[in-house]
């Protein structure tokens, strides 16, 4: 992509309005723009990033087993009159009425309507395990929506349903869950914690939330720290067996790691007082095990390999995949803008031509972009008539992690300059030799 050609609207001054690190640079790098409290367009810079992240959930997601469909946003109030949750759910559900006078909402969740799609068309323990999720639009009328995409009113969620035959299939459905979590979180460059949680409208006492620690985040809490160096990695874990899956969440879910609502004094007082540590998180998941809380009034019921009919187990598990753009930028940046992480940016490179208009450096430059889209990587090449410093400043506000700088001086020796937005370091090389290391950075993130 050439930015003369792209629509990047970087906004020079701090805008008022944001309180916090994510919402300022999201605005300022021309990510997102609001519309209505809470309620954002998705600019191209911001869209592909969002897109970046759903790809990653997709990917991970299916790798556990778990299988995409596409509900709507908008259902019909009676589903939720089922379960009873219709009234229970207050003001933070947006109510409807169509032309006809009918009721229907925008979905805050979608446990009723995948509970009505199963119960249509499951009737045997044989079909099942099955677990379905999407990635779809939400709805809450939070009170105080805030901090950006952190705490929108309309905000993209990743959510999924499983359903099993019994508890104990249901509690492996749950630990797949986490363990496909933490793998997603990790590909995104973040540590996320799984906590012990509260359960809220969703129901059930089986539940943790993941946090990923931020001085900004809404959450009190409280943990011992060496939770905080636990990593999957790249270690091959087989989803269908039970006991390697259980075996990971323990290992993940044994040192204490709490939010202030389940927060236990005593328990956190065993905690040695070296890692005993206090600390704010932003909430970029949960999940929960509700039993036949849905399925029951609902209806929907299996035949058991004895023979009888009973009512499905379930639980639900969602991603804040909209929150995540936020907790990323919370989680890296520096004064001077995003630093994305390979697993996320919205381009994997930036060029940095020094001398637009010289045919040597606009040849080398357009050959770097060809090389690297032949590879499968779209660089953002920075074409604009504009200062250098301009062009830096640009390049560090919007993150990229790499940055290629080709000048006339540099070109006289056959270099461009390879530069870590992390780190600031800069190394010469060939524009072939870039290329290569670039591809070889991303392979290793793919
Ligand atoms: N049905 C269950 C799981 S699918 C559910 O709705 N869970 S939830 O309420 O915990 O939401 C899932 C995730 O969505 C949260 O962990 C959080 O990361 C994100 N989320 C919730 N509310 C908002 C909001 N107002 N703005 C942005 N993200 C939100």
Not at 314 to 324: A, C, D
Not at 411 to 437: C, F, H, I, Y
């Amino acid at each position: 992509m050439r930015l003369s050609r792209y629509f990047l609207p970087v906004l020079k001054e701090n805008p008022a309005e944001a309180q916090i690190v994510s919402h300022r640079y999201m605005l300022r790098a021309g990510m997102i723009k609001q519309q209505a409290a809470g309620i954002y367009s998705w600019l191209p810079l911001g869209y592909r990033a969002l897109r970046r992240i759903e790809e990653i959930v997709h990917q991970e997601q299916i790798r556990a087993g778990h299988i995409p469909l596409l509900m709507p946003t908008l259902q019909p109030a009676d589903l939720w009159r089922e379960s009873g949750r219709y009234d229970d759910y207050g003001q933070e559900m947006l109510r409807i009425r169509d032309r006809q006078d009918r009721e229907m909402l925008y979905g805050p969740t979608n446990e009723e309507m995948i509970t009505d799609i199963f119960r249509s068309h499951v009737t045997s323990y044989k079909d099942l395990p099955l677990t379905l999720y999407h990635i779809q639009w939400k709805f809450r009328d939070e009170m105080r929506p805030r901090f950006g995409v952190m705490r929108g009113r309309e905000f993209l969620m990743k959510d999924g349903y499983n359903f099993d035959v019994d508890k104990e299939a249901a509690l492996h459905a749950y630990n797949r869950h986490m363990v496909s979590y933490l793998r997603t979180y990790e590909r995104m460059g973040l540590t996320a914690i799984p906590m012990r949680a509260a359960s809220g409208p969703i129901g059930g006492d089986n539940t943790h939330e993941f946090l990923v620690l931020a001085q900004t985040g809404e959450s009190e809490v409280f943990y011992d720290d060496r939770v905080t160096a636990l990593k999957l990695g790249n270690r091959d874990i087989d989803y269908d067996d039970r006991e390697q899956v259980a075996k990971v969440c323990a290992e993940f879910t044994t040192l204490y790691a709490r939010t202030d609502e389940t927060h236990d004094e005593a328990a956190f007082a065993q905690v040695p007082e070296a890692h005993r540590k206090v600390g704010r998180g932003i909430e970029v998941g949960q999940i929960f095990y509700f039993s036949t809380k849905y399925s029951e009034p609902m209806g929907a019921y299996v035949t058991n390999a004895a023979g009888e009919r009973v009512p499905v187990h379930m639980g639900s598990h969602g991603i804040g995949v909209s929150r995540l753009l936020g907790a990323i930028i919370e989680a890296s940046h520096d004064d001077r803008g995003i630093i994305w992480p390979e697993g996320v940016t919205p381009f994997p490179v930036g060029i940095v031509n020094l001398k637009q208009g010289d045919t040597v450096a606009d040849a080398a430059c357009a050959g770097l972009e060809k090389a690297l889209l032949a590879r499968g990587l779209e660089p953002l090449y920075d074409d604009r008539d504009e200062r250098a410093g301009a062009k830096f400043a640009t390049m560090d506000l919007i993150g990229l992690p790499w940055r290629i700088t080709v000048g006339p001086r540099g070109l006289e020796k056959g270099v461009v300059e390879l530069t870590s937005r992390r780190t600031g370091e800069s190394e010469e090389m060939s524009p072939e030799a870039a290329v290569d290391r670039i591809a070889q950075i991303f392979a290793d993130h793919a």
